[in-house]
C-alpha cells in the first residue's frame, strides 16, 4: 500500500512537522509534531485521521513542543530515542534549551534503541541512532517504503549543527556516512527543516563537507 506523507511547516524556526498513513487508512503516525499543535490537530482532522503514535527524533523545543498536548488529545504515545529520553525528564535547564516546554510534558512513554522495530498504523517503522546533533538523537526509516525521517541529522544540501547541548561533530559524521550513507541512494529523506531529498544526491552534495570534519 503506498505511503502518504504530509509536511506541516511549524512554529518559528520553520520545522517540518509529518503525518505518515497508508493509502485508505485512517490511522497515522506523527514524525516531530514541532510546536503549533492546533496547526498539525486541524491538518490530521481535515484528512479524517485518527493519530496512533508520536515520534520524536531528538529533544529540542522546534521539534517536541506540541508533543504533550497532542498525547493529551488524542492518547497516542509519544517515542523517543533512549538516551535523549533523560533530557526530556530534567529537572534542571543549564542550556537553555527546554524553557518553552510545555508545562506537563516530562517524559516520553517509549524508549527506543538502535534497530529497535515498530508497527504503528500498519507502518513498519525501523529505529536508526544518528546521534550528533543530540547525544541521542535518531532517524526514522520506514523500510516497506523506501523513506527516512531524518530529524536535524541530514538536510537538503548541509548536515545538523553540533555546537549545541550534547552535539558531537565526530559522531554525526559517522551517523551520515556510516549509516545513512550506506542505505540505497533512492531512500526518499523527511529533514527536520527544508525540502525533501534523497540519499543518493546528498552523498554527491555533503560528503566533502563532512569528510572536512
Known amino acids: 500500500m503506498s505511503l502518504e506523507v504530509v509536511r506541516l511547516i511549524v512554529g ?38 485518527k493519530l496512533e503514535a508520536i515520534f520524536l527524533t531528538h529533544w529540542h523545543p522546534d521539534h517536541i513542543g506540541a508533543a504533550g498536548e497532542l498525547r493529551a488529545e488524542t492518547g497516542a504515545p509519544i517515542y523517543i530515542g533512549s538516551a535523549d529520553a533523560a533530557m526530556l525528564e530534567r529537572t534542571s535547564d543549564p542550556f537553555g534549551l527546554l524553557a518553552d516546554r510545555p ?6 512513554d517509549v524508549r527506543l534503541d538502535d534497530a529497535d522495530e515498530r508497527t504503528v498504523a500498519g507502518i513498519r517503522i525501523r529505529t536508526i541512532a544518528t546521534p550528533g546533533h543530540t547525544s541521542g538523537g535518531v532517524s526514522y526509516f520506514l523500510p516497506d517504503h523506501g523513506v527516512l525521517f ?7 544540501g548541509s548536515v545538523g549543527r553540533t555546537d549545541l547541548a550534547g552535539g558531537n561533530a565526530g559522531a554525526l559524521k559517522e551517523s551520515i556516512l556510516g549509516k545513512i550513507f550506506t542505505m540505497g541512494d533512492e531512500v526518499k529523506v523527511y529533514p527536520g527543516h527544508g525540502p525533501e531529498t534523497a540519499v543518493g ?4 552534495r555533503v560528503t566533502a563537507l563532512l569528510n572536512s570534519i
Open 201 to 204: 544526491k546528498e552523498k554527491a
Open 150 to 156: 531524518s530529524g536535524d541529522t541530514l538536510f537538503s
Open 103 to 108: 508545562n506537563g510534558f516530562r517524559s516520553a
Open 12 to 49: 518559528p524556526l520553520q520545522t517540518n512537522c509529518y503525518l505518515a498513513f497508508e493509502g485508505a487508512k485512517t490511522g497515522a503516525v506523527c514524525f516531530d509534531p514541532g510546536a503549533n499543535e492546533a496547526k498539525v490537530l486541524g491538518r490530521m482532522y481535515g484528512l479524517g485521521l
